[in-house]
């Protein structure tokens, strides 16, 4: 029988939830120890989303972003898209060069700015699927990260068309960089393919 994301269950979600947590706090501890200072993320909030509701979730199509897109590949293959609003991108970026933050209404992003997004695009990637990797015994390897600032529809519209065919949701993990009083809101949209998540759910004994 194929995959369906109907087929998952709260115990399903409940462990998706608990990588997401552990995902992240891998994440925080990594960018804390590149900042050389304390970077704290809250508890993820996992969903199951479809792709026409996912916009609506976060702002709408005509918001202004930064999306950092990555595919993985090894035993289990999909997408990975962080995307952050551009106010929250230039302050982090700011934290991560060490420089006043500049203006973030300006949309455009200099080439070290748009390097050190990548970059947060890899660790925090990198956090997450090491998760799913330390609880499932999977291989799994990043791709380069590719960076782009648009609408948040035309930032969308690359995974949902390499996997609008095969399913009409992903799953959408919404949380926050905490600096201080500082609160960066995130949005990590993994979208393994439908072969993945059985093998997913095999590995972890929940099928």
């Given at each position: 029988?194929?995959?369906?994301?109907?087929n998952?269950?709260?115990?399903h979600?409940?462990?998706?939830?608990?990588?997401g947590?552990?995902?992240?706090?891998?994440?925080?501890?990594?960018?804390?120890?590149?900042?050389?200072?304390?970077?704290?993320?809250?508890?993820?909030?996992?969903?199951?989303?479809?792709?026409?509701?996912?916009?609506?979730?976060?702002?709408?199509?005509?918001?202004?972003?930064?999306?950092?897109?990555?595919?993985?590949?090894?035993?289990?293959?999909?997408?990975?898209?962080?995307?952050?609003?551009?106010?929250?991108?230039?302050?982090?970026?700011a934290?991560?060069?060490?420089?006043?933050?500049?203006?973030?209404?300006?949309?455009?992003?200099?080439?070290?700015?748009?390097?050190?997004?990548?970059?947060?695009?890899?660790?925090?990637?990198?956090?997450?699927l090491?998760?799913?990797?330390?609880?499932?015994?999977?291989?799994?390897?990043?791709?380069?990260?590719?960076?782009?600032c648009?609408?948040?529809?035309?930032?969308?519209?690359?995974?949902?068309?390499?996997?609008?065919?095969?399913?009409?949701?992903?799953?959408?993990?919404?949380?926050?960089?905490?600096?201080?009083?500082?609160?960066?809101?995130?949005?990590?949209?993994?979208?393994?393919?439908?072969?993945?998540?059985p093998?997913?759910?095999?590995?972890?004994?929940?099928?």
């Amino acid at each position: 029988m194929s995959f369906s994301f109907d087929n998952l269950s709260s115990l399903h979600l409940d462990i998706l939830k608990e990588i997401g947590t552990i995902g992240a706090g891998n994440a925080a501890t990594s960018l804390s120890k590149m900042l050389d200072r304390r970077i704290d993320m809250n508890v993820p909030e996992v969903k199951i989303a479809e792709f026409k509701d996912v916009e609506d979730i976060m702002g709408g199509a005509e918001t202004p972003v930064v999306g950092i897109y990555l595919e993985f590949s090894g035993d289990i293959c999909g997408t990975v898209l962080l995307v952050l609003d551009v106010i929250s991108a230039k302050h982090i970026t700011a934290l991560l060069l060490g420089n006043a933050c500049s203006d973030g209404l300006k949309r455009d992003f200099s080439e070290i700015e748009i390097s050190a997004l990548e970059e947060l695009g890899n660790i925090l990637t990198a956090a997450y699927l090491g998760a799913i990797s330390s609880f499932t015994g999977l291989t799994i390897k990043p791709s380069v990260p590719y960076f782009a600032c648009d609408m948040l529809g035309a930032i969308l519209s690359v995974p949902m068309i390499k996997f609008g065919q095969t399913s009409d949701k992903a799953m959408f993990i919404e949380t926050d960089l905490i600096n201080g009083t500082e609160r960066f809101r995130s949005h990590f949209i993994v979208i393994p393919d439908m072969e993945s998540f059985p093998l997913i759910l095999k590995a972890l004994g929940v099928v």
